[in-house]
């Protein structure tokens, strides 16, 4: 288990994992956690769970930040998480609109890393639609996984 304590309100994160995979820690901060996972069939590849920043004005960081991760790896990269951010205004209906400058500066993160949005279906389950939770796969992985959408269900028990 890795645990990176929230400051405040905002973020936190925490990572468990089963033992049929070797998790080798790479960085831990307040915005990300990063692996690589050795599979048993010895195939290598790179999980960073995120937390993006949640103030706008130092996002740039962040994004700096994930430029560096990319040139650290050339192998398969998996991104999942909260970025607090969205590519596009129809991503998110909230009480503040986003800005097109902040929009294309992490378009052009996510470019420039050569990660792809899988995208999201489902329920909203947070009554605000914002998609800055959503998981992004870089270069090495296969045309099926690219297909994978992320689907979000409410579940109850």
């Known amino acids: 288990m890795l ?4 400051q405040g309100k905002s973020g936190g ?3 468990y994992w089963s033992n049929e995979h070797c998790v080798c820690l790479q960085s831990l901060c307040s915005n990300f956690i990063d ?3 050795k599979e048993a069939l010895g ?3 790179r999980a960073t769970f995120v937390y993006g920043e949640p103030k ?14 990319r040139a650290q790896w050339e192998g398969p990269w998996v991104c999942i998480g909260d970025f607090n951010e969205v590519l596009c205004s129809e991503e998110h209906l909230g009480p503040s609109n ?8 992490f378009r ?10 899988l995208g999201f279906a489902g329920q909203n389950t947070l009554g605000i639609i914002d998609k800055g939770e959503i998981i992004i796969l870089g270069s090495g992985w296969t045309e099926q996984l690219l297909m994978v959408n992320l689907f979000n269900s409410l579940m109850t028990l």
């Open 43 to 45: 195939i290598i590849w």
């Open 108 to 117: 052009e993160c996510l470019e420039d890393c050569q990660l792809v949005d």
């Open 35 to 37: 692996l690589h996972i």
């Open 98 to 105: 986003r800005g097109e400058n902040q929009m294309r500066l």
């Open 13 to 15: 994160l925490a990572l």
């Open 3 to 6: 645990v990176w304590s929230c």
């Open 56 to 69: 706008t004005e130092h996002r740039h960081v962040f994004w700096d930040r994930m430029h560096f991760l």
